[in-house]
């Protein structure tokens, strides 16, 4: 099975930060993937700028470097890369004192194709860019820009960014990147719900006993010192990836895969998180901070000595929330992520209510509730687990098995990184898969007053070993309803 490649228009792309560290681990990986399946039109160009002072040459030699290192051997083809590479130049930018944005100008000329401007560099810098394009007159209406989270640290914070890019862009040039939303699970998981008519009518609180998200990743604080520790997990990865996921999952029916008819409906969801106020939260949320312990089979450091100071940060964390609509009323969703835990694995869980009774008698064993399991990394794929009967003589005993839908065994293609499909979004123009400003600070709304209470509260970080699941007390969070985290496997 191959899927048709469908070549786009001609553009311009511009990356801010070019010399930096997601470009070299993800841009450029992913345009070069673009070019190999056949998807650029002449003269596409891709132009660096930072404020490194680099040749055309230089930047050529960074950018196969980047491909050497980041794609696998097996997709490098000696001739996609040179071509590639021609593609590519580099002027040198100051952001700060406007140093260079007329030679970007000059470098692009009067082309009339679209272009984008990717904004790979500190949110700090978002507002000097986007008035430097500006004052250069490189904003035309074929112009888009795309900003990476962090999008602030708090509603007031997101809001000033959001702000001063609006200033220049309008909202429908502005691309706001979640890359989890490029993940192909992620997008799966729209082709499930609304694709197939078995589950939609199972899809509330009459049928749905909870839903879990993990999104647990066994690595520590990497090189990412200066913004990790003011970040923390929640703002890390809950106010933007996990509550994407549980707006996916907890979304009315859009009317059609059209931007706005998406994001009006993930609004809804986000504005109808119940708030966690101060007396709830040391209840319904647990922060954690890793300690010495092992990890990927080798001995790792504890975080703050990672970190070299002693801190209050949380590397975990995990919260009982709410989505309080007629659908959802009373299903709690657990959500959970961590760094340094036992596995990399991220999924959402549908658990189901159990049948109202069993028929088969004590021997038969229990009659586990179904699970709707959507794996989106590793070994992505959907496994939805079923009672049957254990097969053979002996009387009727009931085993739970998996119907297993992994996509590496069921379709044959490399599975694209989600960069590859958001920049090609990003050109195509279409916002599908991008936040929209209002729900980047419904987000925060619903964060703000988590990040207050833990302050009020001097709710502290626990500690748990590198390797392990996180701090006993999210367990103990599940598990005092009655419910287990799901295991993996
Ligand atoms: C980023 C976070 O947005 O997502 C990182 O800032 C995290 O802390 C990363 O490691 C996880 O992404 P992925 O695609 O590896 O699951």
């Not at 009067?110 to 250069?136: E, G």
């Not at 990394?377 to 009672?387: A, H, I, S, T």
């Not at 009387?395 to 297993?404: F, T």
Request: hydrophobic share 40%; with cysteine.
């Amino acid at each position: 099975m191959t899927s048709q490649i469908i070549p786009v228009d001609p553009f311009d792309f511009v990356v801010f930060g070019g010399t930096g560290d997601l470009s070299e681990r993800k841009l450029l990986p992913a345009l070069y993937q673009r070019q190999k399946a056949g998807q650029f039109c002449e003269p596409t160009r891709i132009i660096g700028a930072s404020r490194s002072k680099m040749s055309d040459k230089q930047f050529r030699e960074f950018a196969s470097k980047a491909i050497a290192d980041h794609v696998s051997a097996k997709d490098v083809d000696e001739k996609e890369l040179e071509k590639f590479l021609k593609r590519l130049s580099y002027v040198p930018v100051d952001a700060m004192s406007g140093d260079g944005f007329d030679k970007l100008k000059a470098q692009i000329g009067d082309s009339k194709a679209a272009r984008v401007f990717y904004l790979a560099v500190a949110p700090a810098l978002f507002d000097d860019i986007a008035t430097n394009l500006d004052k250069h007159g490189l904003v035309t209406s074929d112009a888009r820009i795309v900003v990476e989270k962090p999008i602030g640290r708090s509603l007031a914070s997101a809001q000033e960014l959001n702000d001063a890019i609006g200033k220049v862009f309008d909202e429908h040039q502005i691309f706001r990147i979640d890359h989890y939303l490029g993940k192909e699970t992620v997008q799966n998981l729209m082709a499930l719900r609304f694709g197939n008519a078995m589950f939609e009518p199972l899809w509330n609180s009459a049928h749905v006993d909870h839903v879990q998200i993990t999104v647990a990743e066994t690595v520590g604080l990497e090189d990412r010192v200066s913004y990790y520790d003011k970040a923390g997990a929640l703002r890390d990865m809950v106010q933007n990836h996990i509550l994407q996921l549980l707006c996916l999952v907890a979304m009315e029916p859009p009317a059609s895969l059209d931007a706005d008819a998406v994001r009006d409906e993930k609004l809804k969801v986000l504005r109808a998180l119940k708030r966690v106020n101060g007396t709830e939260a040391p209840k319904t949320t647990v922060r954690g901070q890793y300690k010495a312990g092992a990890s990927s089979g080798g001995a790792v450091k504890g975080y703050a000595e990672e970190l070299g100071a002693a801190t209050d940060t949380e590397t975990f964390v995990a919260i009982k929330a709410e989505v309080a609509t007629w659908r959802w009323a009373g299903v709690p969703f657990y959500l959970r992520t961590g760094k340094r835990l036992a596995e990399r694995v991220s999924e959402i869980v549908i658990e189901f209510k159990p049948v109202p009774l069993s028929i088969f008698g004590d021997h038969a064993g229990p009659v586990s509730a179904n699970q709707l399991v959507i794996r989106l990394q590793p070994n992505e794929g959907v496994k939805l687990f079923v009672m049957i009967k254990d097969p053979g003589p002996g009387g009727m005993r009931l085993r739970q098995v998996s119907l297993d839908m992994t996509f590496a065994e069921a379709f044959s293609v490399r599975n694209p990184d989600a960069y590859e499909r958001l920049i090609m979004d990003v050109v195509r123009g279409n916002q599908t898969l991008f936040m929209r400003r209002d729900e980047v600070e419904a987000a925060w709304r619903w964060i703000d007053p988590i990040l207050a209470s833990w302050e009020e509260n001097r709710q502290a970080a626990q500690g748990y070993t590198a390797g392990t699941w996180g701090p006993s007390a999210a367990i103990a969070l599940i598990e005092r309803d009655g419910r287990t985290w799901h295991e993996s496997n």
